[in-house]
């Protein structure tokens, strides 16, 4: 592994001159660490607000303080632009743009081959391409080298490509993009050397590996390996409901273990970009192999199956209540996909508040981080987040906690509403009004 001398040696990177293109949650904080390694960066992104936002010195996420996004602009090191005719300036063109699924979940590679396309419009020699979005193995020498070479140069002649998948972990106070181990697969020995050698300014710890396919899978098995285990807790989550167990209670007294045991949640579904993204760009790569991956479409079936299973959960208790679901007036808290943070990609609450509707409840959400919905890929809710206090807590028939927010004083909650359906265990240590809480 290759480490850079300091966390963030300033004046390291004043030579790298690097180009990011898509200015969200990967690529925002990949600018500020190189900022920080002292390089020059130019963010590129087609959201003109969101680049007129940047250039204000405004962040426009949330664990990116705005201070921070100050002091990169007020430095002069980075700037923000829609104007892809300047690709042709940095020395190295990071890609950190969306990578979703179609609806019959296939990946949609879309938001890469047009960033491919409008590159190779403007590649220059000596560029070094690098993508840093999750996708199959495979992508970028088969999809990406194609593209690029319609402008005329070759791959590790005349310009340079490799693989870096990002691990951004949104609101992880324990690790930042600097100190998270940086894997790079190159497509050629000297893709790999000026990769190493652009990244070595930002983040401490390199792990070079032996081409891009192999960097490629390496971000697949991660992603793959949380989704398999979280299926299985979820689907033991309904078991245990079912034999009378606490699957929390479990999963706590099993953690015991000093070894052999790693502990997952369950929840009311997947969220963020990856986990619930991932295994599905694996199992349609398999399919041309002639390979079915039974076990890795299994877990994908049980994960994306828990927002029912949620819905029905609070049927069943307004039910109890000689109430039923539809007329119902439902408070979902929480729209982000995990706690604390801004981020509602892929978050299960969207379908969570779908599925309520559609049976005929009335649904408003509460979340301390997104004031409003704004469109989606796939939702476009048009809510606004609803004040949270003992008076509007007591006019709901039930309050459903889907994203467990530390700044939520679940004690309180639970006194002032009707009935709480808790998908995350967040009452556990809530004393009194137990009767009134109902584990999903």
């Known amino acids: 592994m290759a480490k ?5 040696p300033k004046g390291d990177g004043a030579s ?20 920080k390694g002292g390089a020059k960066v ?23 303080p705005h201070t921070t996004m100050s002091e990169m602009i007020g430095s002069g090191q980075f700037r923000a632009t829609e104007d892809m005719r300047e690709l042709s300036k940095p020395d190295a063109i990071l890609i950190c743009v969306p990578t979703p699924l ?50 005329g140069l070759k791959a590790e002649k005349d310009f340079f490509l490799a693989y870096s998948p990002e691990r951004e972990d949104p609101g992880n106070k324990s690790f930042q ?13 000297e893709s790999l050397r000026r990769a190493l050698e652009v990244y070595r300014c930002a983040i401490e710890t390199l792990v070079p590996v032996d081409n891009c396919e192999v960097a490629e899978a390496a971000k697949i098995l991660e992603n793959t390996y949380r989704c398999i285990n979280i299926a299985l807790v979820n689907e033991l989550k309904m078991l245990f409901d079912r034999m009378g167990i606490d699957v929390w209670e479990v999963i706590r007294a099993a953690g015991t273990k000093p070894f052999g045991f790693s502990a997952f949640y369950p929840g009311p579904g997947l969220g963020g ?40 959960r609070t049927a069943d208790a307004l039910n109890e209540r000689r109430k039923s679901l539809k007329g119902s007036r439902v408070l979902v808290l929480g729209l982000a996909y995990k706690p604390d943070i801004d981020d509602v990609r892929e978050s299960p609450s969207l379908e969570l508040i779908e599925m309520l509707k559609e049976k005929g409840a009335k649904v408003d959400y509460n979340d301390p981080y997104i004031p409003q919905t704004h469109k989606q890929r796939e939702y476009d809710l048009r809510m606004k987040s609803k004040p949270l206090t003992a008076k509007t807590l007591a006019g709901y028939d039930a309050v459903l906690i889907a994203t467990n927010h530390s700044e939520y004083d679940y004690a309180w909650i639970v006194r002032h509403a009707r009935l709480v359906v808790d998908t995350r265990n967040a009452t556990a240590a809530v004393r009194s009004g137990r009767s009134k809480i109902v584990k999903a």
Not at 16 to 35: D, K, Q, S
Not at 42 to 64: M, Q, W, Y
Not at 278 to 303: C, V
Request: hydrophobic share 35%.
């Open 42 to 64: 130019l963010g590129f992104d087609v959201n003109s607000k969101a680049v007129a936002t940047i250039n204000r010195g405004r962040s426009p996420i949330k664990h990116i």
């Open 102 to 151: 179609t609806k019959n979940r296939e990946p949609d590679l879309q938001y890469v081959e047009t960033t491919c396309h409008t590159i190779a419009k403007y590649l220059r020699k000596g560029q070094l391409v690098v993508l840093e979005s999750t996708t199959y193995p495979g992508t970028t020498r088969e999809v990406m080298l194609p593209i690029l070479e319609q402008s």
């Open 273 to 312: 970009h990856c986990i619930p993204i991932d295994p599905f760009y694996l199992t349609w790569k398999a399919r041309q192999y002639a390979m079915p991956t039974r076990f890795i479409e299994l877990a994908g079936e049980i994960n994306t199956g828990m927002p029912e299973y949620v819905v029905q």
């Open 4 to 8: 850079r001398k300091s966390a963030n």
């Open 16 to 35: 790298v001159y690097v180009g990011i293109v898509g200015l969200g949650y990967v690529g925002l904080p990949l600018a500020r660490e190189f900022c």
């Open 177 to 189: 993009t600097s100190t998270i181990p940086k894997v790079i697969g190159g497509y050629g020995k």
